[in-house]
């Protein structure tokens, strides 16, 4: 009887102090960071001979964890994603750097000097505000790149990380399965934590699913399919580059064991820091900068040609205000051919450029298709614009294009260092610098173009009260019109002549009839110039009742300098719609904006951005706190709980140790009887 006593109190000791250890291991690892919970449990022995070895098991849920790693990822999403968010939220909120305020002061500066077009001190006014504006646009788009930059060398960084979190996931599965699976020698239960915490801060770089695979491993695979954590220690690696562009770099995965084979990696689904990253790129930082550029070249390209419609207060006609940038366009990796794209936006026709980047696609050697590409990348359906090219070098314009639109790209092929080959294809992003690229061409007064260059007057003797109206002028290149820079007008002065029966004459200098308007059935004479089958650089209208006879006449505005009326065009600019909202024009749409129109979409774009980002961030966090709850509830440790059980296993320990005791009295008692 005292041998049974002795063995059962032998196995209850043990039993009680393997829970005592089990315990205080838990209340040890309370601050452990992927610690979880531990419980031994007993089986009894047969024939009630006390109890069996215990087995110490972890307290854990899958279904639980899964959900963990789900909201994990998409809490460091939404984290990731605001923080972005928030930066350039912040840049475009400030006052201080609101392209508005300072196009605003531009125009107010136009509008001061058209009231006074003779005064050289307000038109420096304008220098100094144009100035302004375009540091403004300088210092926002440097603000704006430097934010892309930053997220390059964090998508460096968070990439190293994720790359050493998915090797220790492969070798803790190695070393996991050296133990075997036989009872003889257990896998150390810290090995699982460990596992679990480097996949639950995998989870945190990027969406993943994990699969049991039946050695015991766990193989770790990303939202989309490929495998990043494979069996018997095989595991990918994660790289990225810029394809073309360096600067814009997307994820590439290649095995370790097969380093050759590179498998493209979307950023669709991708999740975690990684995706927030290149989400808010593709999403936010691309689109920013795009407009940010547009509403630079649109500016600086309407002013310019506003301009050179003027005479200056030197008496000569305008020129370019402002110098726009060029660009070249980037090879794809994959091009066969040594062709080169170079572009700029031809002047005048900024209005046409999208918010958007380019692809340049060789069809053939000498064909080509050029098309609107969204921020991710993808070809925006119905865009593509087809070119035909005869003979490199070759320049192609909106002029070349069936639709007179090559979305305002004035684009030169250069075929010196070989030729294009099919399948050839360049990226054209001509916004994504452009707002801190265009530059001042002159700090000189004088160069501002308010007056016009032409006059009109009526004949002292006219008969009729008929008059010259709305003298504009729209063309002063000297290939297309009758202007002769730097300040005359071939031709002039031109007598425009009521012949009577609604009909007028043009004739020039040498009295030279060189157009009739023919008998005008409209009840207004509106531009006799194109009824005559002239294009001369101008046209306007005559209002009134002329009589036969009656003679109007055209000049050069020499000495005209107190004249206003192309400043008051330029004025005109601010509210005008001078910029194109999509790339694809659907019938009866508004596909055309101003200035501040424009401006106050991409501050409103970036707005709704971060605000749908921190609306993110609060459901994310919502469900994340929930899920942790739910998993500490039964992984986490307790202290109360531990607390309890430490008393509970002492006293058990304590009652054991006297069952031992009693089985010794008895032997001692069974000893003296026989003796």
Known sequence: MSDNLLRIGTSAVLASSTSLNTTSNNIANLNTPGYVRQRTEFEAEQLGLGVGRGTTERLVSEFTLQQLRRDTTNLAYANQYVSEANRIDGLFSNPANSISSAVNDLFQKFQTANND??????????????????????????????????????????????????????????????????????????LYDKRD???????????????????????????????LVIENGEFGILTLQGNPDPNVKELQLQSSARPDVIVQVGNDQLGGQL??????????????????????????????????????A??????????????????????????????????????????????????????????????FGNVIPNSAISQTVVGFPATINAGSSPDDDLYGLQITLDASLGAFADGDRFLLKPLADA????????????????????????????????????????????ATSSFSP???????????????????????????????????????????????????????????SPQPGDVFTIDYNTGGFNDNRNGLQIAALQTTDTMRRYAVTTPNADNQMSFNEAYGTMVSFVGDKTAQAR???AAAEALYSQTQILFESLSGVSLDEEAANLVRFQQSYAAASRIISTSQTIFDTLLQAVR
């Open 117 to 190: 077009p003779s005064s050289i001190s307000t038109r420096l006014l304008i220098i100094s505000s144009s100035e302004s504006l375009l540091d403004r646009f300088g210092t926002l788009s440097n603000l704006v790149l430097d934010q892309s930059t930053y997220i390059n060398q964090q998508l460096e960084l968070d990439l190293r990380e994720t790359n050493s979190l998915i090797k220790n996931v492969a070798d803790l599965n190695r070393n996991i399965t050296n133990y075997g699976t036989g009872s003889s020698k257990p896998v150390p239960l810290n």
């Open 197 to 227: 915490e480097a996949i639950r801060q995998l989870a945190e770089k990027l969406q993943i699913k994990v699969l049991d695979a039946a050695n015991g491993e766990k193989l770790v695979f990303m939202a989309t399919g490929q495998s």
């Open 275 to 312: 995706g927030a990253l290149l989400s808010f790129r593709d999403e936010t930082l691309i689109p920013t900068q795009n407009q940010l550029g547009q509403l630079a070249l649109a500016m600086a390209d309407s002013l310019n040609e506003q301009n050179k419609l003027g005479m200056t």
């Open 314 to 375: 030197n008496g000569d006609i305008g020129n370019e205000l402002f110098a726009l940038p060029s660009f070249n366009g980037l090879n794809y990796n994959e091009n066969t051919g040594a062709g080169n794209v170079r572009a700029v936006i031809e002047p005048g026709r900024a209005y046409q450029i999208p918010p958007n980047d380019f692809l340049v696609t060789f069809e053939s050697p000498d064909t080509f298709t050029v098309e609107a590409v969204d921020s």
């Open 435 to 478: 707002a801190r690229q265009v530059k001042q061409l002159s700090n000189r007064a004088e160069d501002i173009a308010l007056a016009s260059p032409v006059r009109s007057s009526e004949a002292v003797d006219n008969l009729g009260n008929a008059l010259v109206d709305k003298l504009v002028v729209t063309d002063t290149d000297p």
């Open 486 to 544: 730097p300040a005359a007008l071939t031709g002039a002065p031109f007598n425009i002549i009521y012949v009577g029966g609604n009909e007028f004459e043009v004739r020039d200098n040498a009295d030279t009839v060189i157009g009739t308007t023919g008998p005008i059935v409209s009840a207004t004479f509106d531009n006799i110039l194109d009824r005559a089958g002239l294009n001369l650089g101008f046209d306007f209208n005559i209002t009134g």
């Open 615 to 617: 609306n993110g961030q």
